[in-house]
Structure formats: C-alpha cells, structure tokens
C-alpha cells in the first residue's frame, strides 16, 4: 500500500491595500453607528465605545460566520477569512470562537483608532492610540509568505482572495480610467 499525498488547494493571498480597504469600510461602518451615541461633550464616551464594540462584533463576527467568510467590507473588496491548521489553509470559514478571539484583538486596535478621530482635534498626542493599529496590522507586511496580522496568527486565520464580492476597488478603477480617457478628449 502506497501513500499518496493530496496537494493542497491553492489560496491567493489578498494584497495589504485591499485588506486595508475592506477594514476601513467595515471600520468605517463601526464608526459610524456608534458616532449617533456621542454626546458632544468632552471625555470618554462610554455609550459610545459600548455601542461601537458592539456594532464590530455584529459586523465582524456574526456577519462573517453566517456569509460564507464576508464581512461587508471583504465582501466589497473579493476577501475570505478561512482558517488555518498546522500552516496549511484550509477551505472553510473560522469556528465562532476563533473569530472571536481575532475580533476581539483587531476591536481594541479599532477601537483607539475610534477613539483618536474623536479627540485629535482637541488632544494631538491621541495620534498615539493608533500604535497597536499599526503594530498588529505592520506585522502583516513583514510575512511575506502567509500575509497575516498579529490577530491572524493568534486565532490561526488568513485573508485570501475570493470570487464571490462586489469588486469594489476594480470598479472603481474602471471609473477612474474611464474619467481619464474622457478629461483627454
């Protein structure tokens, strides 16, 4: 008898600048709904960081685990979550506790994001708040081979390229290149 390896399926890596879209629009949509609980007065706004940590978990975590991998912002972009084992990928969605942990993790960096867009103006320094954003995300750009954050290496996940989306940034390239043909007649 003979032992036959299987090869493994092959997953394309997503590219950063279109995880850092789908993150941005997801964050963006966060940001927004928890932007109606602001009071207007200074200091931390705890109804508002409440309802934000909320709004990314429904966002990211139940919207991902019911849609095939997508939150709205990958589905825009053509981006998965799959799980990872043992440094392979393999073809299906994360388990709920897995995706939460990830989004647990990435939340809080979202979250000092939030929090320095509301107080930069008043307090400049808040700019730091953005550190574990870049920390958790920069690591993404050193691994060359897997692409993953800090918070994909932890919940054992990876973002790759799908079929199944909106295409968003094609589309609007397609309008820009479009414009541009039409501003050169």
Not at 4 to 24: C, D, N, T
Not at 159 to 170: E, N, Q, T
């Amino acid at each position: 008898m003979t032992i036959v390896k299987v090869p493994q399926k092959h997953y394309p890596k997503a590219e950063i600048a279109r995880r850092g879209m789908a993150f941005g629009l997801d964050f963006l949509g966060a940001w927004l709904i928890s932007a109606v609980f602001n009071s207007g007065t200074p200091g931390i706004q705890f109804v508002q960081i409440l309802v934000f940590i909320i709004a990314w978990l429904v966002l990211r975590v139940l919207v991902v685990y019911n849609n095939q991998g997508q939150s709205l912002g990958r589905w825009a972009f053509d981006l998965k979550v799959l799980e990872v084992n043992n440094g392979q990928v393999v073809g299906r969605i994360p388990q709920l506790q897995s995706l939460l942990m990830r989004e647990a993790i990435i939340c809080f960096s979202a979250l000092m994001a939030s929090i320095t867009l509301s107080t930069i103006i008043a307090n400049p320094t808040a700019i730091l708040l953005l550190l574990p954003l870049a920390i958790d995300c920069g690591s993404a750009l050193s691994d060359s081979l897997m692409r993953q954050a800090l918070h994909d290496r932890y919940a054992r996940t990876i973002i790759v390229s799908s079929r199944r989306g909106y295409s968003l940034d094609l589309k609007v390239k397609r309008l820009v290149e479009k414009l541009q043909r039409n501003v050169r007649r």
